[in-house]
């Protein structure tokens, strides 16, 4: 896959050692010559091998029934949801910024629907706008809050996820006087967001599958995508060169927002109603799958097939342990080796990456 020379995109940190524009575009005329090398400095490398090895793991270990349909819909459902919302979690990571009020999203959101179209009756069209303008403004005072201010993102979103779920439970109990809000959901936007598929695949995979091809395609394809690496690999350059820093962070906390204000519509509408504390699983589970997917915490390098990878991964941990007949306690640590590994990993990869160019400069990679 090609890429387009960056416009307007800063010298990236590192750029002359590892620029991809020099690596990736085929001229005319020249077979591109792809090395074993070239493979291990791509960074959904290492989620590739992680999801190969545990699957084969859990095609051991946890017999017949995890290779059945049913088996495979289980982590599929789940790698679904939450590749919904570690997209634009690592969109966000790439450019160098944490969301951790992902969690407070869904369940906000969820419970804006079922208490518009549930308790009030309006239209459900009305409640499912409604949930995504909760978590579009949700992601703009993210957004506009770590711009104008310089506070680090990971707290202001600390402090959105809590005030959030402690906003989500007040007006919850005040307006329809419990914690669960149910909702009969229209025919219509049961079927697009909350059915399943032979009885067993959630409609949400389709949703994954388009979410991460507008992703690839903003990535790759666009001017956004060059600026999202070059604010990763150096915010201060990237600002200097007339990227509009602000702009395109304040865009990428609603990105994140808005795909966890979907995955809230999708769980009101899969199980008929709305829990003010559901949701909160996908606050750490979003970013374990982004890391374990080859995105870098200090930003600037990653690869929407990696985090697809990586959000595989953790569904298949997370559920390959119940058909083993082992405590599922034991998924918990597996999926912390795997995160500690994954880091390891990157690292590894990143500095392969760095010494391909005869150079050790600490480098922004575009790897999409």
């Known amino acids: 896959m090609t890429t387009q020379t960056p416009q307007g995109a800063p010298p990236s940190r590192g750029s002359s050692s590892l620029n991809p524009t020099e690596t990736n575009v085929v001229l005319p005329g020249v077979r591109s010559q792809r090395t074993i090398g070239d493979l291990f400095r791509r960074p959904e490398t290492g989620a590739l091998v992680g999801t190969v090895t545990v699957f084969i793991f859990f095609a051991i270990f946890g017999g017949a029934q995890f290779l059945t349909t049913g088996g495979t819909a289980s982590w599929l459902n789940i790698a679904s949801e939450l590749a919904l919302v ?30 518009v179209s549930g308790v009030y009756g309006m239209p459900q069209i009305v409640g499912i706008l409604a949930a995504l303008a909760v978590g579009a403004l949700t992601g703009f005072i993210n957004g506009i809050i770590v711009a104008r201010t310089n506070v680090p993102s990971f707290i202001v979103t600390l402090a959105m996820q809590f005030a959030l779920a402690g906003l989500t439970l007040g007006l919850a109990r005040v307006i329809a006087g419990s914690t669960s809000v149910p909702i009969t959901p229209d025919p219509v936007f049961k079927a697009m967001f909350g059915t399943l598929i032979n009885g067993q695949f959630e409609v949400a995979i389709f949703w994954a599958i388009g979410a991460a091809l507008v992703v690839v395609w903003l990535l790759q394809m666009t001017r956004a995508g060059n600026w999202i690496f070059a604010i990763g690999g150096d915010s201060q350059s990237a600002r200097a060169a007339g990227i509009p820093v602000p702009k395109v962070k304040i865009a990428l906390f609603m990105s994140t927002a808005l795909g966890a204000s979907l995955v809230g519509i999708i769980q009101t509408m899969l199980y008929n109603g709305a829990q003010t504390g559901s949701g909160q699983s996908f606050v750490f589970n979003s970013i374990v799958a982004v890391v374990v997917g080859g995105v870098l915490l200090t930003g600037g390098y990653g690869s929407v097939p990696g985090v697809i990878l990586g959000c595989l991964t953790f569904a298949i941990v997370n559920q390959g342990i119940y058909y083993t007949g082992w405590n599922s306690d034991w998924a918990q640590l597996i999926l912390g080796v795997l995160l500690l590994v994954a880091v390891l990993m990157n690292n590894t990869f990143r500095r392969l990456a760095l010494s391909g160019g005869g150079k050790k400069k600490p480098a922004a990679a575009k790897g999409a």
Do not use: K, N, R
């Not at 951790?100 to 959101?109: F, H, I, R, T, W």
């Open 86 to 115: 570690a997209l634009p979690v690592a969109l966000l990571m790439i450019a160098g910024e944490f969301d951790l009020s992902v969690g407070s999203v869904v369940a906000s959101s969820s419970v804006t629907l079922a208490v």
